[in-house]
C-alpha cells in the first residue's frame, strides 16, 4: 500500500521520503495529566488527546507513511473510574461519528482491534459501520486498538492455533514465526518500524508484545494532547538517524 503525499502538508525538508517508516505504532499516554497540570477535568485531557491523534493521522496522510496502529483503551484500563471509562467510551463513540466521514474523504482505512465484544453494544456497533465505510480506503491504515492486550493477543493466537492442530489442519512442526505472526491482529501491515510513547514512561505496557519484537522505541516527556505535527517531526528525524540492524552487525 502507497500513500501519496499531500501538497498541502509538504514533508519536511529534513526527512528523507526513501527512509520513512512503513508503520507507526503510538502509545498515547498523558491525557489525565495534562489536564491536571491545568487544573482540568481529567476527562479534558481526553478530548484534547483526540485531537492530538486526529493530527497524527494525518500527518501520517500528508507524509506519506502508510500505517497507524494506536493504543487507544487497553484491557487494564477498566479498572479506572467508572466515570472516566463512561466518558472514554463515548468519546469514542462520538469521536467516530464526527470524523467518519472526513476519514472517507482522505481515504483513511480504520481497523479497530482487541476484544470488541467487551465494548457497549452501540459502540461495537458504530465500529462496525465505520469499518465498513472505510474498508475500500486506499490511504493511512488506522489501526485503533481498544480492550486490547498485548498477552492477551499471544494468547487468543495460540488457541487458533491449537485449534487447527487438534483439527489436523496442521502439525505441530508446521508452526514457525511466520504462522504465528498471521494469527496476531495486525499481519497485514507488518510490524511496526517505530514505537512512539509520550509522556516519558519506559515501558510497552501489554502493547504490540509480539510485533515490537524489532521496533525502533522514541520516548518523549510530551504529554499526549502536545503531541503536535512537530513532535511526530522530532520523532521521525530521530528516527531516521538509527540504523537498523535487527539482531545482525
Excluded at 48 to 77: D, M, R
Excluded at 180 to 185: A, I, M, N, P
Aim: charged fraction near 20%; hydrophobic fraction near 35%; charge should be negative.
Amino acid at each position: 500500500m502507497t500513500v501519496q503525499p499531500s501538497t498541502t502538508h509538504p514533508l519536511p525538508p529534513d526527512l528523507n521520503a526513501e527512509r520513512m517508516p512503513h508503520h507507526v505504532a503510538v502509545i498515547m499516554d498523558g491525557n489525565g495529566r495534562w489536564a491536571e497540570q491545568r487544573g482540568l477535568p481529567r476527562l479534558m485531557g481526553h478530548r484534547q488527546g483526540v485531537a492530538a491523534l486526529k493530527s497524527t493521522v494525518y500527518c501520517c496522510s500528508s507524509w506519506g507513511i502508510p500505517a497507524l496502529t494506536v493504543y487507544g483503551f487497553s484491557a487494564e484500563n477498566w479498572g479506572r473510574p467508572r466515570t472516566e471509562v463512561d466518558f472514554l467510551m463515548e468519546l469514542i463513540n462520538h469521536a467516530l461519528g464526527r470524523e467518519l466521514d472526513e476519514m472517507i474523504s482522505r481515504g483513511v482505512c480504520l481497523r479497530v482491534v482487541g476484544d470488541l465484544n467487551g465494548l457497549p453494544s452501540r459502540l461495537q456497533t458504530n465500529i462496525e459501520e465505520a469499518m465498513a465505510k472505510t474498508r475500500q480506503n486506499q490511504g493511512v491504515l488506522l489501526t485503533l486498538a481498544l480492550n486490547y492486550g498485548g498477552r492477551q493477543e499471544i494468547t487468543e493466537a495460540c488457541r487458533h492455533i491449537a485449534t487447527q492442530v487438534q483439527q489436523g489442519h496442521l502439525a505441530p512442526e508446521d508452526i514457525n514465526d511466520e504462522l504465528f505472526g498471521r494469527h496476531v491482529f495486525t499481519p497485514s501491515v507488518g510490524d511496526p518500524d517505530l514505537l512512539i510513547r509520550t509522556s516519558g514512561e519506559m515501558r510497552i505496557s501489554n502493547f504490540l508484545l509480539w510485533q515490537l519484537a524489532y521496533s525502533e522505541i522514541y520516548v518523549t516527556p510530551t504529554l499526549w494532547p502536545d503531541f503536535d505535527q512537530m513532535e511526530f517531526h522530532r520523532a521521525l528525524c530521530d528516527y531516521q538517524q538509527r540504523h537498523r540492524r535487527f539482531g545482525k552487525l
